[in-house]
């Protein structure tokens, strides 16, 4: 009889010690989930870091950049321009830095760059005060800028205070299109170089990108019932693409393999993969990875029957992206719209300051 | 004695047995609740505001004709149901046919026999979505969906259909029914549409379900024969507070507020922040630039409201250097501005401290907050889109861009949408 009531207490300690447990693993459970929502970076407010995934001066294109800091005190900017001209993966980096006042918002033309120059005249280019020596990007250039809050010694500082926009022109035409930069806040006071957006450090970076689009050589429906369209207008998308792992000490070369899901309207659903370097940017359904998923059927090799669809691209590492799409009329003349893609989960990244 | 207490301790076990389930579905509940939902442009939610959708068939807006493409996806491997709502913000004549014949104007000079161009209230109309699994969906809002397929082959896949008929060039009519959406068209409309992910079936079908699995953009056009314009922004997603598929008690959606366990879905930042070019800057010899914001409401009482309440917002403008000025407006349901007419009436805006000719630099912050209401309802949260419009002063030719703006802060105050 004393072993069943010793046996009895020993099983109520344990379903009590359960219940305990249970609860213990619930609070950290709610406190993870919670953290891992809360912590993930986006396009809609203010942060630390600030990656523009796509920069370019191309042809007649040329792009404008505007950074604001959106806090009372003065905030250091460190910024570097990252391109791949070579192919090879290695990502060059070029920097600058900027020291805006409170509150003050700058802008810059990339073409141009920016001068210190306080005789500028009232409403130009360069007018307002001068947030330091911004060099111009050569001719042909594509890809990425990212900026990030330091103090005065250039260590990273978390103000949380930076955002951003891009204004892609093109200069022949008038054609404009426009996006948010992706803005990373810390997470911590204690912050180190090399930066850990890892969600203890800084937020983390999507783990998944999801983006809405037409596929290569769909017919516009608004061109072909209000414009010249005549069953030959013409849909594209570029999709743009940061590795988050950044080395901006010894340049970067970040190799990976994105992966995607393709659903049309149908439901009917197309997978594949194509390869990623530290920027990418890539015309949908015009390269051998993308050609039968994001290709309409009105073109050889197409496979999507629908004119909406979406596709779910999952990353290696963390990645940021920026979709641009281009609408024309049968007779060329084209509009482009650039969109921030829609993101989900979360992947840890560094990145390592000079 | 013995079998008593044996007994009395079996029912202590039997008890501590139904606390253990009691206590993993109460970890779940918190669990699922526990989590940061926010209003997001980039985030699958559970509720979607396209701030601004813009039918003009015929270009009596602005000389050109306008549509709107909107897309709406379900990310989910489970099929979603949707109601949705279109708000009409049109402002139309008191007195007179308008722009359209149904009264549709800008201006009092649009109204004809002394009529007032006015916007009194926002009239909703509502429609159905239904949604397989990760289906994307999208449509003209000129001409809805009015048909039960898709064009499949021929020389226009994917174009809407009912019968084989309707698809050229020997395509063939391919069933995929997602319900019906009102075309808007003929006519202009300026307005709002906001969406809710739903139970779909059962007694009340319309009742929101703590699921976050849609995302949708819209596409603005100004397209005729010489011009494409095409401009993209982001659905703003508010997500359920909770993400376990279970239903809500009504239709009442309640956007964040002080009491934890109303809260249904995330609330509204405080303040919203929008980097913009100054009115009248010039970016080049061939490039002047405008801005206009859409402003919606966070709270709203849909297809019920015929005397929607007062927002009154604050605006705190910088420019490059550092100087600061500040504006005021009124809104109600709707409102499509520019910058520089938000402080000044037309024909004034060089006057306006969104102007360049005033504030002397190309670029500016603006931020915006909503004053809250001494009787903390309604709500007074706002959403907004802001476009850019670039002209060239050699031709008159304009082209556009929209981006979403920045969100800052959480708001006391709970937002209620009702429908």
């Avoid at chain 2, 990310?75 to 949707?82: E, N, R, Y």
């Avoid at chain 2, 980097?275 to 800057?281: L, Q, R, V």
């Avoid at chain 2, 080049?284 to 309440?309: K, Q």
């Avoid at chain 2, 959403?383 to 708001?411: C, M, T, Y």
């Amino acid at each position: 009889m004393r072993g069943r009531t010793a046996r009895r207490i020993a099983m109520r300690a344990l379903y009590r010690s359960w219940l305990l447990g249970i609860g213990m693993l619930c609070v950290f459970a709610g406190a993870a989930g919670s953290q891992a929502q809360q912590t993930r970076s986006g396009t809609d407010r203010p942060g630390s870091i600030l990656m523009f995934p796509k920069v370019v001066r191309t042809g007649q294109r040329d792009t404008i950049v505007q950074i604001t800091n959106t806090g009372n005190s003065i905030n250091w900017v460190h910024c570097f321009y990252l391109s791949a001209p070579d192919g090879s993966g290695y990502c060059g980096a070029v920097d600058f830095e900027l020291v805006l006042t409170r509150q003050q918002p700058t802008q810059w033309r990339v073409s141009q760059g920016r001068r210190v120059d306080p005789t500028d005249s009232f409403g130009s280019a360069g007018a307002g005060f001068d947030p330091g020596l911004i060099p111009p990007v050569p001719p042909g250039f594509q890809g990425a800028l990212v900026c990030v809050e330091v103090d005065a010694n250039g260590n990273p500082l978390g103000q949380n205070r930076l955002k951003g926009e891009v204004t892609i022109m093109d200069d022949s035409t008038g054609d404009v299109s426009k996006y948010n930069a992706f803005a990373v806040a810390p997470v911590s006071e204690n912050l180190s170089n090399p930066l850990a957006l890892d969600g203890s450090e800084y937020e983390t970076c999507p783990g998944s990108l999801t983006l809405n689009f037409s596929p290569r050589g769909s017919l516009d429906p608004v061109i072909e019932n209000l414009g010249n369209g005549n069953l030959s207008s013409f849909i594209s998308t570029n999709l743009t693409l940061l590795s988050c792992n950044l080395d901006l000490a010894a340049g970067v070369r970040s190799n990976g393999t994105v992966s995607y899901i393709v659903y049309d309207e149908f439901e009917s659903s197309f997978s594949g993969s194509f390869p990623h370097q530290c920027w990418t940017t890539i015309d949908l359904g015009n390269t051998p990875q993308t050609t039968g998923q994001f290709r309409s059927t009105l073109l050889t090799g197409g496979a999507i029957a629908t004119i909406f669809a979406q596709a779910q691209l999952t990353l290696p590492t963390g990645l940021v992206g920026v979709a641009e799409s281009f609408h024309a009329d049968q007779a060329g003349v084209t509009g482009s719209a650039a969109s921030n893609l829609h993101t989900g989960g979360a992947r840890s990244a560094t990145i390592r300051l000079p | 004695m013995w079998r008593c207490k044996r007994s009395e301790g079996d029912m202590k076990n039997a008890r501590m047995a139904i606390r253990l389930p009691v206590a993993l579905l109460a970890c779940g509940l918190l669990a699922s609740t526990a989590v940061g939902q926010k209003v997001s442009t980039e985030e699958a939610a559970g509720y979607l505001v396209f701030p601004k959708v813009v039918v003009d068939p015929s270009g009596a807006l602005n000389g050109v004709p306008m549509d709107t493409v909107i897309r709406i996806t379900n990310t989910s491997g489970q099929p979603s149901s949707v109601h949705c709502f279109y708000l009409d913000g049109t402002p139309r004549c008191t007195i007179g046919a308008g722009l359209d014949g149904d009264g549709a104007c800008r201006t009092n000079d649009d109204c004809a026999g002394g009529g007032i161009c006015t916007l009194s209230s926002c009239q909703a109309i509502n429609f159905d979505l239904n949604l397989t699994a990760n289906q994307p969906v999208g449509w003209r809002a000129s001409e809805g969906v009015v048909t039960t397929g898709f064009c499949v082959g021929g020389t226009s896949p994917g174009f809407p259909c009912s019968v084989d008929n309707d698809c050229t060039g020997g395509g063939v009519c391919q069933a995929q029914d997602i319900g019906r959406v009102p075309p808007l068209a003929p006519g202009i409309f300026q307005g709002e549409l906001k969406c809710v992910q739903v139970v779909g079936s059962g007694n009340d079908p319309n009742i929101p379900v703590n699921r976050n699995d849609l995302v949708g953009n819209a596409s603005i056009y100004r397209v005729n024969n010489a011009i494409v314009d095409v401009q993209t922004y982001n659905a703003v997603g508010v997500q359920a507070v909770r993400s376990d598929g279970s239903s809500q008690n009504d239709t009442t959606l309640v956007l964040a507020g002080e009491n934890a366990q109303d809260r249904e879905y995330a609330g509204c930042s405080a303040q919203v922040i929008v980097d913009h070019f100054f009115d009248s800057a010039l970016l080049s010899a061939a490039r002047e630039v405008t801005s206009e914001i859409t402003l919606v409401p966070c709270s709203e009482r849909l297809e019920v409201d015929d005397n929607p309440a007062v927002h009154t917002l604050q605006f705190v403008v910088f420019n490059e250097f550092e100087q600061r000025m500040s504006a005021s407006t009124r809104f109600r349901c709707f409102r499509e501005v520019q910058l520089s007419q938000l402080d000044r009436r037309p024909g004034q805006e060089a006057f306006s401290v969104f102007n360049v000719g005033v504030q002397g630099t190309l670029a500016g912050q603006t931020v915006i907050r909503p004053v809250l209401s001494g009787d903390g309802n309604p709500g007074n949260g706002i959403l907004a889109i802001v476009e850019e419009f670039h002209r060239n002063p050699n031709n008159n030719a304009v082209r556009s861009a929209a981006f979403n703006i920045h969100l800052r802060g959480d708001k006391r105050q709970a937002d209620t949408v009702a429908y």
